[in-house]
Nanobody, 121 residues
Framework: QVQLVESGGGLVQPGGSLRLSCVAS????????MGWYRQAPGKQRELVAS???????NYVDSVKGRFTISRDNAKNTVYLQMISLKPEDTAVYYC???????????????WGQGTQVTVSS
């Protein structure tokens, strides 16, 4: 079994900061990539940022310069540092990881349960 558990969401004022964390646990041989998606009410889920095991990163244009994704491979953990938050960043943020459980296993995508981020005054 593999689980992804997120933490760090909450309510913050515009211009504020939050740091999201996601820990993958269970039978894990390799993870590549890890990332964060978000879904606002009435909108489709979108990729916010992703990071490979070699630390190559990718961001959606709307968060470039404000969000930073990082990972600790030894801890199977991915982080999303968010600064200068805007009301339009309000959404449920989901952790995603593409995981291989062993050499004989195929790669499979796993999702966390989601954490709410609300940016409001």
């Amino acid at each position: 079994q593999v689980q992804l558990v997120e933490s760090g969401g909450g309510l913050v004022q515009p211009g504020g900061s939050l740091r999201l964390s996601c820990v993958a646990s269970g039978s894990i041989f390799a993870i590549n990539p890890m990332g964060w998606y978000r879904q606002a009410p009435g909108k489709q889920r979108e990729l916010v940022a992703s990071i490979t095991s070699g630390a190559s990163t990718n961001y959606v244009d709307s968060v470039k310069g404000r969000f930073t994704i990082s990972r600790d491979n030894a801890k199977n953990t991915v982080y999303l540092q968010m600064i200068s938050l805007k009301p339009e960043d309000t959404a449920v943020y989901y952790c995603y990881a593409n995981i291989r459980r062993g050499p004989a296993y195929a790669w499979y995508g796993y999702w966390g349960q989601g954490t709410q981020v609300t940016v409001s005054s």
